[in-house]
């Protein structure tokens, strides 16, 4: 299968802000479901070409094996915490939404069906903009940041989460709730497939282990994955491939 991309296409302006971009990975089939990835990085660095550590070597991409699955792919660029604080970053990742919605018959996908994918950061942003407003059917989550303020130091001002914010989580705790996906976990959500590794460094399991508690208890269907020894960015995962997999899986199965 022949995937064509679109690199750089502009999807949104915010003024006093350099113009936020878009990568479009299209396959050769009509209607196609869209996958939209939210790269992580802390909310402070990595860009949309950024699938994740493991995956710098794969060819073809991970985002071109999506398209050749029956995918249209939006890998998207939103403002760093360097850049603007939350909720820009979420203002971003609704605004990457929107305009799938309104380009889909141009480029000939479907974004009737969006399946948010995010890794880290990019979880927190594909959750939370998945709960908190419409246009996205389903949620793949990789060691994602769930509640701020259970994260390792709220207190420390120099955090990655006291960055996104402006102050530490335990100075701002409406703010940090706010910011927060499993906050915003509500009946009727779409569905979530969370992968966490039990040797996360960075980003504690216990963050998907929160969030898909809270999902369950909602009635949200969820499914948790937990990835023995892997550490955060899947490093010393035993079997890269096989999340991968796992993930599209779940994405072809809610995409009709």
Do not use: K
């Amino acid at each position: 299968m022949s995937v064509r991309i679109l690199e750089g296409v502009e999807y949104a302006a915010e003024a006093g802000y350099r113009p936020l971009l878009l990568d479009l990975y299209l396959p050769p089939v009509d209607a196609a479901p869209v996958v939209l990835f939210v790269h992580g990085g802390g909310w402070q660095r990595c860009t949309r070409r950024d699938f994740g550590h493991e995956f710098a070597g794969w060819r073809p991409s991970p985002f071109e094996r999506i398209a050749e699955a029956g995918f249209a792919v939006a890998s998207v660029d939103y403002r760093l915490s360097g850049e603007a604080r939350y909720p820009a970053q979420l203002d971003d990742v609704r605004a990457a939404v929107a305009w799938l919605r309104g380009h889909g018959a141009e480029h000939g996908f479907d974004a009737s069906r969006i399946v948010a994918w995010g890794e880290s950061a990019g979880a927190h942003l594909a959750a939370l903009a998945a709960l908190t407003g419409p246009g996205i059917a389903a949620v793949v989550g990789w060691y994602g940041v769930y509640d701020l303020a259970a994260m390792p130091d709220p207190a420390d001002p120099a955090s990655r989460e006291a960055r996104l914010l402006g102050a530490p989580p335990g100075d701002v705790p409406e703010l940090a709730a706010e910011a927060s996906p499993v906050a915003h976990v509500h009946p009727g959500a779409p569905p979530f497939q969370l992968w966490h590794g039990t040797a996360d460094r960075f980003v504690p399991m216990a963050q998907s282990e929160r969030m898909a508690d809270a999902l369950r208890a909602a009635g949200v269907p969820v499914e948790f994955r937990q990835v023995e020894g892997a550490d955060h960015i899947w490093r010393n995962a035993p079997d890269v491939a096989g999340i991968f997999a796992g993930s599209l899986d779940f994405a072809r199965g809610v995409r009709t």
